[in-house]
């Protein structure tokens, strides 16, 4: 929960490193977030015609749109990629498998141009 905590505390923040923890905790506390907030539409009987979300999870998703970007972007910084590497989700089925890979990459040893080594801190 504190990984999640931290980059909420990074709210805008798309300059240094993340690490490869920091991200998919991110990530994890994220779903199970997410979940949850579909199933408490569901419970409440708020949900959208034809669609099984509602306000609560719409809101939640718009909240962390941007910390959820700014992750992603300091973890391609920690393997020395550009955040415009992102973009490269955009490419069907490929684009998305090599982002993921990209994502679950080791970060690179030492200091590169996006700044210091987080592990090292």
């Given at each position: 929960?504190?990984?999640?905590?931290?980059?909420?505390?990074?709210?805008?923040?798309?300059?240094?490193?993340?690490?490869?923890?920091?991200y998919?905790?991110?990530?994890?506390f994220?779903v199970?977030?997410?979940?949850?907030?579909a199933v408490?539409?569901?419970?409440?009987?708020?949900?959208?015609?034809?669609?099984?979300?509602?306000?609560?999870?719409?809101?939640?998703v718009?909240?962390?749109l941007?910390?959820?970007?700014a992750?992603?972007?300091?973890?391609?910084?920690?393997?020395?990629?550009?955040?415009w590497?992102?973009?490269i989700?955009?490419?069907?089925l490929?684009?998305?498998?090599?982002?993921?890979?990209?994502?679950?990459?080791?970060?690179?040893?030492?200091?590169?141009?996006?700044?210091?080594?987080p592990?090292?801190?």
């Amino acid at each position: 929960m504190e990984w999640y905590l931290a980059v909420l505390k990074n709210y805008a923040n798309f300059n240094g490193r993340a690490r490869r923890k920091e991200y998919w905790m991110f990530t994890l506390f994220n779903v199970i977030f997410c979940v949850a907030a579909a199933v408490l539409d569901n419970i409440l009987g708020i949900t959208m015609q034809g669609i099984p979300y509602g306000p609560i999870y719409g809101l939640y998703v718009l909240a962390l749109l941007i910390p959820g970007l700014a992750v992603a972007v300091r973890r391609l910084h920690d393997i020395g990629k550009s955040g415009w590497i992102l973009f490269i989700a955009l490419i069907p089925l490929i684009g998305s498998i090599w982002l993921l890979i990209l994502l679950v990459k080791d970060g690179q040893l030492g200091d590169n141009k996006y700044g210091n080594n987080p592990k090292e801190a």
